[in-house]
């Protein structure tokens, strides 16, 4: 055998069977915090949920896919997110503001960044593996599925909880792999289906901000934007954002801790202005701001 045969094998067969066997490979997927056979009869970090339970009803839902994808994020992409939208701390007990689970029918799976690295591993139980990403051979959640499952796979996830371009890339890199793998959104978000104790809403009334503190009324706000969709060409907009909709109404609320937002969505054209919200969070001032 030439050093040129035994390149290209290399090359060929190593990856392969490295891409296998990750988690018998690399401690990072296997040397959790009292995790190993000894340290699971010793007590556990105070801050650690047991999983098993919530794990073992979600799967019950995962008849139709073999995959499902629970991110951070609410419906707006906010940076901090109420109770009721913490459905990734809920499935994995994992408390930071970033990371991502991915749970299959025999694995649970949380990538999360250097920050959350040591906070992660305190918080989640022995039911999850942690994905520390940035450290060497750590795999994305792509890598991860390519290695892991044959043709066909079907991952599904809540559409209305990740990005329109995070969506389309993850679907994107799935094509790539060549192996006829679905990403499906679910009929009904699965992690809401077994949440039972699930906090409520806030229902607290939103209030309108005086044009004192805001520097501009929202009638100002709302022409200047009209005059940027027609430089564009457009007709109209939809507004998702809630920092956005709080800046451009002049409105705020208390949906969400330490935001001072009203969960709503907004649409614009030239004519209109939308405001979907709860009714009940409407105040008469919001009315009649609105009713102008």
């Not at 988690?23 to 009292?34: F, G, T, V």
């Not at 430089?231 to 507004?239: I, L, N, Q, R």
Request: hydrophobic residues 40%.
């Amino acid at each position: 055998m030439n050093i040129l045969t035994l390149f290209i094998l290399t090359f060929l067969i190593v990856p392969s069977l490295y891409k296998k066997n990750w988690k018998k490979r690399d401690s990072i997927y296997s040397d959790r915090k009292l995790c190993s056979s000894d340290d699971k009869l010793r007590e556990q970090p105070l801050n650690r949920i047991n999983t098993t339970a919530r794990l073992t009803a979600l799967r019950k839902l995962m008849s139709e896919i073999d995959a499902v994808l629970v991110t951070s994020d609410d419906e707006h992409q906010t940076s901090y997110v109420s109770e009721s939208d913490k459905r990734r701390q809920y499935i994995s007990g994992f408390s930071g503001s970033l990371g991502d689970a991915l749970i299959t029918k025999t694995e649970a799976l949380l990538w999360t960044d250097g920050r959350y690295h040591l906070q992660a591993d305190d918080e989640l139980d022995c039911n999850w593996i942690l994905m520390k990403e940035g450290n060497a051979n750590v795999p994305s959640i792509t890598e991860w599925l390519n290695a892991e499952f044959p043709n066909g796979a079907m991952i599904g996830a809540d559409a209305k909880l990740i990005p329109a371009k995070v969506w389309n890339e993850l679907e994107d890199n799935l094509k790539k792999l060549d192996k006829n793998f679905g990403l499906i959104d679910t009929p009904t978000n699965l992690i809401d289906a077994i949440w039972t104790d699930r906090p409520h809403e806030v229902e607290n009334q939103a209030y309108v901000l005086d044009s004192f503190f805001t520097g501009k009324s929202w009638e100002q706000k709302i022409s200047e934007v009209r005059k940027e969709i027609a430089k564009y060409k457009a007709t109209a907009m939809v507004v998702t954002a809630l920092d956005e909709i709080s800046w451009l109404l002049n409105i705020r609320g208390s949906d969400v801790p330490y935001t001072g937002f009203l969960k709503a969505y907004v649409f614009l054209s030239q004519d209109d202005v939308v405001l979907y919200t709860d009714l009940k969070k409407n105040s008469r001032k919001c009315q009649r701001l609105l009713q102008k």
